[in-house]
């Protein structure tokens, strides 16, 4: 069975850090391209960063830029999304996804129809 898992998020305060991490089970996680999305109360789900099956440079969303990294461990077969200096704008729940892109882009639409997980909250706040 194919299944994607986030894990953690939670509450921090704003200019601190958080690592999400995608776990993969049921495929290779290094066979597919990663994408990381949120959505934010009231908002369209949105494209966070992202990394093709080729492993080439990585995507950001302008607003995340410099403040997010996403990475890969494939023997663990997982996904990381560091995220620091966050931002109460940063507050959303975040996706995982896994799709057969060997180059990423960051267009939710274009992952509609991949792996996705449940979804972890993060929120910033004081």
């Known amino acids: 069975q194919v299944q994607l898992v986030e894990s953690g998020g939670g509450l921090v305060q704003p200019g601190g850090s958080l690592r999400l991490s995608c776990a993969a089970s049921?495929?290779?996680?290094?066979?597919?391209?990663i994408g990381w999305f949120r959505q934010a109360p009231g908002k369209e789900r949105e494209g966070v960063s992202c990394?093709?099956?080729?492993?080439?440079?990585?995507l950001y969303a302008d607003s995340v830029k410099g403040r997010f990294t996403i990475s890969r461990d494939n023997a663990k077969n997982t996904v990381y999304l560091q995220m620091n200096s966050l931002k109460p704008e940063d507050t959303a729940v975040y996706y995982c996804?896994?799709?057969?892109?060997?180059?990423?882009?960051?267009?939710?639409?274009?992952?509609?129809?991949?792996?996705w997980g449940q979804g972890t909250q993060v929120t910033v706040s004081s």
């Open positions: 990394i093709g099956s080729s492993d080439g440079s990585p």
């Open positions: 996804a896994a799709g057969g892109f060997s180059i990423c882009v960051l267009a939710e639409r274009v992952w509609r129809n991949e792996h």
């Open positions: 049921g495929f290779t996680l290094g066979n597919y391209g």
